[in-house]
T-cell receptor, first 109, second 114 residues
Framework: QQPVQSPQAVILREGEDAVINCSSS?????VHWYRQKHGEAPVFLMI?????EQKGHEKISASFNEKKQQSSLYLTASQLSYSGTYFC??????????FGAGTTVTVRA | DGGITQSPKYLFRKEGQNVTLSCEQN?????MYWYRQDPGQGLRLIYY???????QKGDIAEGYSVSREKKESFPLTVTSAQKNPTAFYLC?????????????FGDGTRLSIL
């Protein structure tokens, strides 16, 4: 049930864009996105519910394609503060989240 | 300041010993969760509780036990039956367990074997 995230890692220069994908083999009820800096707690970014609504958080946005059972996180005009590991958590309507293995983003000046 | 407090930050376990990790929240949240994080594997759910005096097993409950006697507290015991306990343990809470509720995480406890 663990969703698959891709890529595993990405290196960006400040100002560049990136896309992180999260795919599930089962129908999804919701997708949560979190960012974790090394040695710290994960921090909530956004939730997407069934309906394909796109959400945004500063210059970070996400989409949810129910038919493809996939969500994508978009990092636009990346800043140094965007560095960290991004996790998606998926719910298949049983109140539990299954998290992907994470995508490590490194933004360099 | 409202939040989730996990203690201790670092914990060492001897062979055959049970250890208890503390998780306290003052956010008045109904739902609480315990996750285990290993390098390269993301977060895996150990136990969760949707309400006081009730809890359910997650994906990797074997070798662990929990209690939820108070709304604000959800301690996790790592028993001697857990043969590979070395990991980073994260506690989280949410207002409710519905899909549209974000989870708020504590700073974690790093458990190692002596």
């Amino acid at each position: 049930q663990q969703p698959v995230q891709s890529p595993q890692a990405v290196i960006l220069r400040e100002g560049e864009d990136a896309v992180i994908n999260c795919s599930s083999s089962k129908a999804l009820y919701s997708v949560h996105w979190y960012r974790q800096k090394h040695g710290e707690a994960p921090v909530f970014l956004m939730i997407l519910l069934k309906g394909g609504e796109q959400k945004g958080h500063e210059k970070i946005s996400a989409s949810f394609n129910e038919k493809k059972q996939q969500s994508s996180l978009y990092l636009t005009a990346s800043q140094l503060s965007y560095s960290g590991t991004y996790f998606c958590g998926t719910e298949i309507n049983d109140y539990k989240l299954s998290f992907g293995a994470g995508t490590t983003v490194t933004v360099r000046a | 300041d409202g939040g989730i407090t996990q203690s201790p930050k670092y914990l060492f376990r001897k062979e055959g010993q049970n250890v208890t990790l503390s998780c306290e929240q003052n956010l008045n949240h109904d739902a609480m969760y315990w996750y285990r994080q290993d390098p390269g594997q993301g977060l895996r759910l150990i136990y969760y509780s949707q309400i006081v005096n009730d809890f359910q097993k997650g994906d990797i409950a074997e070798g662990y036990s929990v209690s939820r006697e108070k709304k604000e507290s959800f301690p996790l015991t790592v028993t001697s039956a857990q043969k590979n306990p070395t990991a980073f343990y994260l506690c989280a809470s949410s207002i409710g367990s519905e899909s549209n509720q974000p989870q708020h995480f504590g700073d974690g406890t790093r458990l190692s074997i002596l």
